[in-house]
């Protein structure tokens, strides 16, 4: 690409003069929001799929069947 600072300004000021400050400002404010609101899901359901899975381990029954029971004799 090969840009210098200089070229990277003059499209800087192009790009504020074409939007504006303020919409600048809310589109990152909207980008950032979008990019929180992703972690927070992918957080979210690793947290549910853990709580899923303690779950399906709690409600685990061990099934059996007594086949001879000794009882000591004195």
């Known amino acids: 690409m090969g840009g210098n600072i200089w070229s ?4 800087l000021a192009i790009v504020l003069l074409l939007f504006g400050t303020k919409k600048l400002r809310n589109i990152g404010k909207d980008v950032g929001g979008a990019i929180k609101g992703f972690k927070d899901a992918s957080k979210g359901n690793d947290a549910a ?3 899923k899975a303690v779950e399906d381990q709690a409600e685990k ?5 007594v086949t001879s029971k000794e009882k000591d004799k004195v």
């Open 49 to 51: 799929e853990n709580d």
């Open 61 to 65: 029954v061990i099934e059996g069947e």
């Open 8 to 11: 990277l300004l003059v499209i």
